[in-house]
């Protein structure tokens, strides 16, 4: 789980800007200017046939503005690239939309208004070298998260026949990225949400069709003392991006999407984290390595976790804005 509490648009690593999307999305002045978007969307998109592709997105951006969708002009872009099966360097390139695709490009841009995801709309998101399936009921990868796995990766290079474990793995975008980039690991990714799991098994099937080693996949619990109790000890990293929203949290309108069982953490948001730290400590071999997702808050709390018995080097790490985002650890 990223800072879901930014709206999110992966398509830029444009980095934890909840705060202004917050301030420009709350109380019944954002509701309202939404439902005006949204009513002079359709007049405007009829009129789309006969407009020029760019000049349909400029009109398109700046109503996702004014609904206050961060990113509005790309997300414009990158809707009208899918109403059109185009790539979005090309879109200068096309002469204007179809009957069907303008009606295409006004029910996607009338979404976005009411802030449905854009993720949710093309039905997949980018994270690092891959294009993952989502949609309702799996969590959204964010560009924060990539930042832990560009780490996981050092932490194993030069390991022969090296083993990996996603925990919380929703989609499978850390699992499916480190057995991309990395083909000499054995990654097993962990996630208990059925519907996840639907998720995270599609995509680790397109990913082996492409020739990527494939990733085993758990449908269990990765708190319990039970999962993966075959490979304890075996481990040389384990990686998680837990649900860590701590209860009452305040979030963008988007992240109301994302299943809560990704989203909340408890009341003080590490509930879940706690569990995994054990499951780690289990699985790593000693000299494993154990880095895990958290918000900034929880810097010092989440360090402190890490009973001084059995980790050493625990430190944090920053995300590309420079908030800490990731607690790390060595296994004694």
């Given at each position: 789980m990223n800072d879901i509490q930014a709206g999110v648009t992966p398509a830029i690593p444009q980095k934890m800007a909840h705060e202004a999307a917050e301030e420009r999305n709350t109380g019944s002045m954002a509701d309202s200017r939404n439902q005006a978007a949204t009513g002079r969307h359709r007049a405007v998109a009829e009129e789309n046939t006969g407009l020029s592709v760019r000049r349909a997105v400029a009109i398109a951006?700046?109503?996702?503005s004014e609904a206050g969708v961060p990113s509005a002009r790309v997300d414009a872009e990158l809707l009208a690239s899918f109403a059109l099966q185009v790539?979005?360097?090309?879109?200068?390139?096309?002469?204007?939309f179809t009957d069907e695709q303008a009606d295409r490009f006004e029910e996607l841009?009338?979404?976005?208004?009411?802030?449905?995801?854009?993720q949710h709309l093309t039905g997949e998101a980018a994270f690092r070298y891959l294009s993952l399936a989502v949609g309702p009921g799996v969590f959204i990868p964010r560009p924060e998260t990539e930042y832990l796995v560009e780490w996981g990766l050092e932490k194993l290079r030069g390991v022969e026949s090296a083993v990996a474990v996603d925990l919380c793995a929703g989609s499978g975008a850390i699992a499916l990225s480190l057995a991309h980039e990395m083909s000499?690991?054995?990654?097993?990714?962990?996630?208990?949400?059925?519907?996840a799991v639907a998720w995270l098994q599609r995509n680790a099937k397109e990913q082996a069709g492409k020739g990527d080693h494939p990733v085993d996949v758990y449908a269990e619990d990765a708190t319990s003392s039970e999962t993966l109790a075959e490979s304890n000890g075996a481990v040389d990293l384990v990686l998680s991006n837990p649900p860590y929203i701590p209860l009452g949290?305040?979030?963008?309108?988007?992240?109301?999407h994302d299943p809560a069982h990704a989203l909340w953490g408890g009341v003080d948001g590490l509930d879940v984290v706690?569990?995994?730290?054990?499951?780690?400590s289990r699985l790593l071999k000693p000299g494993g390595w154990f880095g895990f997702e958290h918000g900034e808050?929880?810097?010092f709390a989440a360090a402190e976790l890490l009973d001084a018995q059995e980790w050493t080097s625990v430190d944090h790490l920053d995300d590309l804005t420079?908030?800490?985002r990731f607690t790390i650890g060595q296994r004694r």
């Open positions: 951006g700046a109503q996702l790539p979005r360097a090309q879109l200068g390139l096309v002469s204007g841009i009338a979404e976005r208004v009411n802030r449905v995801p854009l000499n690991v054995n990654v097993h990714a962990v996630e208990q949400d059925e519907l949290s305040s979030v963008a309108h988007e992240v109301h706690r569990g995994v730290i054990v499951t780690a808050q929880h810097t420079g908030r800490p």
